[in-house]
């Protein structure tokens, strides 16, 4: 049996291509994303395709090389969280950046029913900041 630190890992650890279809199979169908206030994604999505496309597709076209690498996993009971650091680099400024960001995920039954995302937002505020 899988636990629920292993399928969080197997969403972080694929490959840019099976990313989203591993995400999409591990998500409740109303599933809420909670994207940090501050952060230039902020917001809180439900369903998988309000996340792609307010999160994932965004984050594709926006920047370069975007990776959220965790280096720390912690799991109690059905509670995954997943600390690590964004990079990438901001296509309109030509900018780099790397954030320090926790996930929380909560599982029930199985699947994601939640995310909530903690950020360092001023580093990827200053990347995407042409005057800075």
């Not at 630190?5 to 998500?27: C, F, H, M, N, W």
């Not at 909670?34 to 496309?53: K, L, N, R």
């Not at 984050?59 to 965790?70: G, K, N, S």
């Amino acid at each position: 049996m899988t636990s629920n630190k292993d399928v969080i890992r197997g969403t972080y650890e694929a490959s840019p291509a099976q990313k989203g279809e591993r995400l999409r199979a591990v998500l409740a169908p109303d599933a809420s994303w909670t994207e940090a206030a501050g952060f230039p994604y902020a917001g809180t999505y439900v369903g998988f395709d309000a996340i792609a496309a307010n999160v994932f597709q965004r984050l594709a076209a926006e920047w370069i090389d975007y990776r959220a690498e965790p280096h720390t996993y912690l799991e109690d009971g059905e509670h995954v969280a997943a600390f690590g650091v964004y990079s990438g680099t901001y296509r309109a400024t030509g900018k780099a950046m790397t954030a320090t960001f926790a996930h929380l995920y909560t599982f029930k039954d199985g699947q994601i029913v939640r995310m909530e995302q903690v950020v360092d937002s001023a580093m990827a505020l200053r990347a995407m900041d042409p005057r800075a």
